[in-house]
């Protein structure tokens, strides 16, 4: 093996070990949330003795043990301070990352597997905040997050507005003719179908745009790319080949963050659920009480909860401490056979 291939795989294992250690220290905020004290030397002395029995090869327990004495060390001066975690669906770099960025730079953003794992994260103290996406202009709503809407008791406290811009992305050294192949999520490759087409690439689906980044940058395989965000570009040290490769503008998602508490500061958007009657006029009776006070209607969204029965999702601007909007809130309850208020929020527009 020529020196400039050792060089490259040893690259690529330092990016993978700096990715473990954040990982690592996200979970060491996580058990912070679940445990009572900070320090407990009987779970470090455990944890360095088990390293260095398990020591193999060219690295000798003293090493071991000097480098994991300062992750622990690291870990504890994290724990100690005023972090606040928010939950997110995918890999990082996904989409959804890049709209909790947008709303609070601050917060650490953790992966979840699943959406409900957002939800239930939020909901047991684990996450201060979770963001999930909840419509798209090209894909519609996102079932299975107004689905968990439909039964939670977490409130929207903020939204982000995000236009979606695709990027081609490549492990560096990759020429643009030599790309045969692209992965990332079905929807961005539809999303990008005209510039796949147009350069002749095989579209090739996965389970997520960010995990299509990191998998790219971990197995390298021959030939191909990944349509994900910027973000995944400088997370996975890959290089982009062309920005803003969508075929439609207009693409926005919106997202909800989500926390246990309610927003305490006023809101300027209002979201609720509510389901009627199954009769003639129901609905469009709900709707003519916002009409009659001239408040502008931003999103009606429906699922089926059962059948011939729906759940109506419907933002609003307004603020729930304006007197009208209370009034109005008041008389959609009574028409509703159910109802809920999401929250009242600010939302952000990423331009």
Not at 71 to 81: D, N, P
Not at 101 to 120: A, H, M, Q, R, Y
Request: glycine content about 6%; proline content about 3%.
């Amino acid at each position: 093996m020529k020196l400039e291939a050792i060089r490259k795989n040893i690259d690529l294992l330092d990016s993978k070990i700096l990715k473990l250690l954040n990982n690592r220290m996200e979970l060491a905020l996580m058990a912070k949330k679940v445990k009572s004290e900070i320090e407990d030397r009987e779970r470090e002395k455990q944890l360095l003795d088990r390293l260095q029995m398990d020591a193999t090869g060219l690295i000798n327990a003293a090493f071991i043990e000097k480098i994991y004495t300062d992750i622990i060390e690291e870990s504890k001066k994290i724990q100690r301070g005023d972090h606040k975690l928010i939950g997110f669906q995918g890999e990082h770099g996904a989409y959804s990352e890049v709209a909790s960025k947008s709303w609070d730079n601050t917060l650490i953003s953790v992966p979840c597997k699943e959406f409900v794992g957002v939800f239930e994260g939020v909901s047991s103290g684990l996450y201060d905040y979770g963001i999930v996406p909840v419509e798209n202009t090209l894909g519609g709503v996102v079932g299975q997050v107004n689905e968990l809407l439909i039964k939670t008791d977490l409130h929207v406290v903020g939204a982000v507005d995000l236009p979606i811009h695709h990027c081609l992305l490549v492990v560096p050294g990759t020429g643009h003719r030599d790309i045969r192949v692209v992965y990332s999520h079905s929807q961005a490759l539809t999303q990008c179908r005209k510039f796949i087409a147009r350069n002749k690439l095989e579209p090739l689906p996965f389970y997520n745009t960010a995990g299509a980044a990191k998998m790219l940058a971990e197995t390298t395989p021959k030939a191909s790319a990944v349509i994900a965000s910027k973000l995944c570009a400088g997370l996975y040290n890959l290089e982009i080949i062309k920005e803003n490769i969508e075929d439609f503008e207009g693409n926005n998602t919106r997202f909800f963050v989500l926390s246990l508490e309610i927003n305490r500061e006023e809101g300027n958007k209002c979201s609720i659920i509510f389901t009627t009657e199954h009769k003639a006029g129901t609905l469009f009776r709900v709707l003519e009480v916002f009409a009659k006070e001239n408040i502008n209607l931003t999103r009606i969204g429906s699922i089926p909860i059962e059948p011939g029965n729906y759940a109506f999702f419907l933002d609003f601007m307004g603020s729930n401490r304006d007197d009208t909007v209370l009034m109005v809130l008041e008389k959609v309850e009574e028409l509703s056979s159910s109802f809920k208020l999401l929250g009242c929020y600010n939302e952000i527009k990423v331009a």
